[in-house]
Protein backbone atom coordinates (compact mmCIF):
# COMPACT_ATOMS: atom_id res chain seq x y z
CA UNK A 1 0.00 0.00 0.00
CA UNK A 2 1.15 2.96 -0.93
CA UNK A 3 0.55 6.13 0.15
CA UNK A 4 1.32 9.95 -1.83
CA UNK A 5 0.25 13.54 -0.30
CA UNK A 6 0.09 16.58 -2.39
CA UNK A 7 -0.33 19.83 -1.16
CA UNK A 8 -3.11 21.74 -2.99
CA UNK A 9 -3.86 25.49 -2.99
CA UNK A 10 -5.99 26.05 0.29
CA UNK A 11 -4.00 24.49 1.53
CA UNK A 12 -5.69 21.44 1.06
CA UNK A 13 -4.03 17.86 1.26
CA UNK A 14 -4.90 15.24 -1.27
CA UNK A 15 -3.86 12.00 -0.51
CA UNK A 16 -3.61 9.49 -3.18
CA UNK A 17 -3.73 5.84 -1.83
CA UNK A 18 -2.30 2.56 -4.53
CA UNK A 19 -2.64 -1.00 -3.51
CA UNK A 20 -4.74 -3.17 -1.04
CA UNK A 21 -6.72 -1.45 1.97
CA UNK A 22 -6.72 -5.29 3.69
CA UNK A 23 -5.07 -5.56 7.65
CA UNK A 24 -1.58 -5.42 6.04
CA UNK A 25 -2.26 -2.49 3.85
CA UNK A 26 -3.79 -0.63 6.89
CA UNK A 27 -1.33 -1.71 8.67
CA UNK A 28 1.83 0.15 6.75
CA UNK A 29 -0.52 3.18 5.94
CA UNK A 30 -1.58 3.72 9.74
CA UNK A 31 0.20 7.15 11.01
CA UNK A 32 1.34 8.85 8.19
CA UNK A 33 -2.60 8.50 6.94
CA UNK A 34 -3.40 9.55 9.99
CA UNK A 35 -1.01 12.18 9.95
CA UNK A 36 -1.98 13.56 6.75
CA UNK A 37 -5.79 13.15 7.01
CA UNK A 38 -5.58 14.51 10.80
CA UNK A 39 -2.81 15.17 12.44
CA UNK A 40 -2.17 18.45 10.10
CA UNK A 41 -5.62 19.90 10.61
CA UNK A 42 -6.39 20.54 6.78
CA UNK A 43 -9.06 19.60 4.84
CA UNK A 44 -8.27 16.84 2.56
CA UNK A 45 -9.60 14.79 -0.06
CA UNK A 46 -8.55 10.98 -0.33
CA UNK A 47 -8.17 9.05 -3.97
CA UNK A 48 -9.14 5.87 -3.72
CA UNK A 49 -8.94 5.16 -7.34
CA UNK A 50 -5.78 3.12 -6.85
CA UNK A 51 -7.47 0.76 -4.09
CA UNK A 52 -8.32 -2.43 -5.75
CA UNK A 53 -9.51 -4.21 -2.61
CA UNK A 54 -10.81 -2.98 1.11
CA UNK A 55 -11.27 -5.14 4.04
CA UNK A 56 -12.90 -3.96 7.61
CA UNK A 57 -9.23 -3.22 9.04
CA UNK A 58 -8.70 -0.66 6.03
CA UNK A 59 -12.31 0.61 6.72
CA UNK A 60 -11.63 1.15 10.51
CA UNK A 61 -8.71 3.18 9.43
CA UNK A 62 -10.31 5.44 7.09
CA UNK A 63 -13.51 5.49 9.94
CA UNK A 64 -11.06 6.16 12.48
CA UNK A 65 -9.68 9.24 10.01
CA UNK A 66 -13.13 10.62 9.33
CA UNK A 67 -14.15 10.93 13.23
CA UNK A 68 -10.49 12.69 13.78
CA UNK A 69 -11.11 15.02 11.06
CA UNK A 70 -14.37 15.51 12.30
CA UNK A 71 -12.80 16.14 16.16
CA UNK A 72 -10.50 18.46 14.47
CA UNK A 73 -13.15 20.37 12.67
CA UNK A 74 -11.94 20.12 8.45
CA UNK A 75 -13.44 17.86 6.18
CA UNK A 76 -12.52 14.56 5.14
CA UNK A 77 -13.87 13.31 1.39
CA UNK A 78 -12.93 10.35 -0.38
CA UNK A 79 -13.59 9.80 -3.97
CA UNK A 80 -12.54 7.72 -7.19
CA UNK A 81 -13.67 4.57 -5.29
CA UNK A 82 -13.39 1.76 -7.50
CA UNK A 83 -17.14 -0.07 -8.34
CA UNK A 84 -15.92 -3.12 -5.86
CA UNK A 85 -14.58 -1.09 -2.89
CA UNK A 86 -18.09 1.29 -3.30
CA UNK A 87 -20.04 -1.94 -3.06
CA UNK A 88 -18.25 -2.46 0.52
CA UNK A 89 -18.62 1.10 1.61
CA UNK A 90 -22.45 0.48 0.40
CA UNK A 91 -22.31 -3.11 1.88
CA UNK A 92 -20.79 -1.81 5.71
CA UNK A 93 -23.48 1.62 5.45
CA UNK A 94 -20.79 3.73 5.31
CA UNK A 95 -21.63 5.50 2.47
CA UNK A 96 -24.40 7.51 4.73
CA UNK A 97 -21.89 7.95 7.12
CA UNK A 98 -18.51 9.26 5.62
CA UNK A 99 -18.54 11.54 2.85
CA UNK A 100 -17.69 9.79 -0.36
CA UNK A 101 -17.89 12.08 -4.43
CA UNK A 102 -17.70 10.51 -7.18
CA UNK A 103 -14.87 12.73 -8.68
CA UNK A 104 -11.91 15.04 -7.54
CA UNK A 105 -13.81 17.89 -8.71
CA UNK A 106 -17.01 16.77 -6.82
CA UNK A 107 -14.62 16.49 -3.67
CA UNK A 108 -13.00 19.32 -3.88
CA UNK A 109 -16.51 21.21 -4.02
CA UNK A 110 -17.29 19.14 -1.27
CA UNK A 111 -14.54 20.97 0.77
CA UNK A 112 -16.13 24.69 -0.01
CA UNK A 113 -19.94 23.42 0.66
CA UNK B 1 -7.72 -28.03 -2.55
CA UNK B 2 -6.80 -28.43 1.05
CA UNK B 3 -4.50 -26.50 3.06
CA UNK B 4 -3.21 -26.23 6.29
CA UNK B 5 -1.23 -22.84 7.26
CA UNK B 6 0.11 -21.79 10.33
CA UNK B 7 -2.27 -19.56 12.31
CA UNK B 8 -0.38 -16.36 11.61
CA UNK B 9 -0.75 -13.03 9.68
CA UNK B 10 1.32 -14.50 6.86
CA UNK B 11 -0.75 -17.04 5.99
CA UNK B 12 -3.60 -14.97 5.09
CA UNK B 13 -1.37 -13.71 1.87
CA UNK B 14 -0.70 -17.35 1.05
CA UNK B 15 -4.07 -18.79 1.66
CA UNK B 16 -5.29 -16.00 -1.02
CA UNK B 17 -2.62 -16.30 -3.06
CA UNK B 18 -3.60 -20.40 -3.00
CA UNK B 19 -7.04 -19.66 -3.46
CA UNK B 20 -7.18 -17.19 -6.46
CA UNK B 21 -4.43 -19.95 -8.46
CA UNK B 22 -7.19 -23.22 -7.53
CA UNK B 23 -9.80 -20.62 -8.61
CA UNK B 24 -8.53 -19.43 -12.32
CA UNK B 25 -9.33 -22.82 -13.82
CA UNK B 26 -13.16 -21.80 -12.99
CA UNK B 27 -12.76 -18.15 -14.99
CA UNK B 28 -14.29 -16.90 -11.87
CA UNK B 29 -16.27 -13.28 -12.30
CA UNK B 30 -14.16 -10.52 -10.71
CA UNK B 31 -16.77 -9.58 -8.69
CA UNK B 32 -16.74 -13.61 -7.25
CA UNK B 33 -12.84 -12.92 -6.81
CA UNK B 34 -13.46 -9.58 -4.55
CA UNK B 35 -16.04 -11.88 -2.46
CA UNK B 36 -13.30 -14.62 -1.83
CA UNK B 37 -10.52 -12.38 -0.90
CA UNK B 38 -12.94 -10.25 1.21
CA UNK B 39 -14.21 -13.99 3.19
CA UNK B 40 -10.85 -14.65 3.07
CA UNK B 41 -9.05 -11.98 4.59
CA UNK B 42 -11.98 -11.13 7.39
CA UNK B 43 -12.30 -15.07 8.26
CA UNK B 44 -8.78 -15.53 8.55
CA UNK B 45 -7.68 -12.65 10.07
CA UNK B 46 -10.17 -12.77 13.08
CA UNK B 47 -8.73 -16.92 13.69
CA UNK B 48 -5.15 -15.23 13.54
CA UNK B 49 -6.12 -12.47 15.76
CA UNK B 50 -8.93 -13.69 17.84
CA UNK B 51 -8.81 -17.66 18.23
CA UNK B 52 -6.06 -18.06 21.09
CA UNK B 53 -5.78 -14.80 23.22
CA UNK B 54 -6.67 -16.52 26.02
CA UNK B 55 -3.62 -18.37 25.79
CA UNK B 56 -1.92 -15.40 27.06
CA UNK B 57 0.34 -14.65 24.35
CA UNK B 58 -1.40 -12.41 22.87
CA UNK B 59 -3.52 -11.17 20.08
CA UNK B 60 -1.95 -12.57 16.93
CA UNK B 61 0.30 -15.17 18.69
CA UNK B 62 -1.72 -18.69 17.76
CA UNK B 63 1.46 -19.50 14.99
CA UNK B 64 4.07 -19.35 17.23
CA UNK B 65 2.31 -21.78 19.73
CA UNK B 66 2.27 -24.26 16.84
CA UNK B 67 -1.54 -23.90 16.09
CA UNK B 68 -3.08 -24.64 12.51
CA UNK B 69 -5.55 -22.99 10.44
CA UNK B 70 -7.57 -25.83 8.07
CA UNK B 71 -9.04 -24.52 4.28
CA UNK B 72 -10.71 -26.33 2.46
CA UNK B 73 -12.21 -25.08 -1.07
CA UNK B 74 -14.44 -26.72 -3.21
CA UNK B 75 -16.15 -25.41 -6.30
CA UNK B 76 -19.14 -27.01 -8.80
CA UNK B 77 -21.58 -25.47 -10.56
CA UNK B 78 -23.47 -23.01 -8.71
CA UNK B 79 -21.05 -22.25 -5.83
CA UNK B 80 -17.45 -22.27 -4.28
CA UNK B 81 -17.58 -23.58 -0.43
CA UNK B 82 -14.85 -22.29 1.72
CA UNK B 83 -14.61 -24.26 5.00
CA UNK B 84 -12.31 -23.54 7.67
CA UNK B 85 -10.97 -25.35 10.78
CA UNK B 86 -9.22 -23.98 13.83
CA UNK B 87 -8.72 -25.53 17.12
CA UNK B 88 -9.11 -21.88 18.57
CA UNK B 89 -11.67 -20.29 21.31
CA UNK B 90 -15.38 -21.41 19.89
CA UNK B 91 -16.36 -18.43 18.39
CA UNK B 92 -20.11 -18.68 16.11
CA UNK B 93 -20.17 -15.96 14.31
CA UNK B 94 -23.72 -16.03 14.41
CA UNK B 95 -24.05 -15.89 17.73
CA UNK B 96 -21.62 -12.75 17.31
CA UNK B 97 -23.90 -9.15 17.94
CA UNK B 98 -23.90 -7.73 14.02
CA UNK B 99 -23.43 -4.23 14.25
CA UNK B 100 -26.40 -2.33 13.12
CA UNK B 101 -25.61 -0.11 9.91
CA UNK B 102 -24.77 3.12 12.19
CA UNK B 103 -26.79 6.42 11.46
CA UNK B 104 -23.81 8.89 12.20
CA UNK B 105 -20.11 8.74 12.33
CA UNK B 106 -20.24 8.95 15.83
CA UNK B 107 -22.39 5.79 16.01
CA UNK B 108 -19.35 3.77 14.28
CA UNK B 109 -17.87 0.98 16.56
CA UNK B 110 -15.22 -0.72 14.87
CA UNK B 111 -16.15 -4.07 16.25
CA UNK B 112 -17.92 -7.17 13.84
CA UNK B 113 -17.31 -5.47 10.78
CA UNK B 114 -15.44 -8.41 9.16
CA UNK B 115 -18.45 -10.91 10.33
CA UNK B 116 -20.74 -8.77 8.90
CA UNK B 117 -19.04 -8.11 5.63
CA UNK B 118 -19.12 -12.23 5.30
CA UNK B 119 -22.61 -12.57 5.59
CA UNK B 120 -23.42 -10.37 3.13
CA UNK B 121 -21.50 -11.62 0.52
CA UNK B 122 -21.74 -15.09 1.61
CA UNK B 123 -24.92 -17.21 0.35
CA UNK B 124 -24.79 -19.13 3.51
CA UNK B 125 -22.41 -19.36 5.97
CA UNK B 126 -22.51 -22.04 8.46
CA UNK B 127 -20.70 -23.04 11.91
CA UNK B 128 -19.98 -25.90 14.18
CA UNK B 129 -18.16 -26.94 17.23
CA UNK B 130 -17.30 -30.34 17.19
CA UNK B 131 -14.13 -32.04 18.97
CA UNK B 132 -12.59 -28.89 20.20
CA UNK B 133 -12.48 -27.19 16.84
CA UNK B 134 -14.48 -24.56 15.15
CA UNK B 135 -15.66 -26.05 11.69
CA UNK B 136 -16.90 -22.35 9.46
CA UNK B 137 -18.28 -23.47 6.05
CA UNK B 138 -18.82 -20.29 3.60
CA UNK B 139 -21.18 -21.00 0.10
CA UNK B 140 -20.40 -18.63 -2.02
CA UNK B 141 -22.61 -18.23 -5.40
CA UNK B 142 -20.44 -18.25 -8.44
CA UNK B 143 -22.83 -16.44 -10.31
Known amino acids: MQMELIELDGPVNLVRLDGRLDAPGADTLGMRFTAATVAQGRPVIVDLSGVSFIASMGIRLLISCAKGAHLKGHKFVLFGAQPFVQDVFEQAGLDQILDIAASESEALERLSA | ?143
Open chain 2, 1 to 143: MQLRLPADGASIERARLAVLEHLAAYEPSPRLVFAVELILEETLTNIVRHAYRSEGGGEGSGGEAGHQIDLQVDVDAADLVLRFGDDGAAFDPARAPAPQRPATLAEAVPGGLGVMLVRRYARSVAYERVGGRNHLTVTVARA
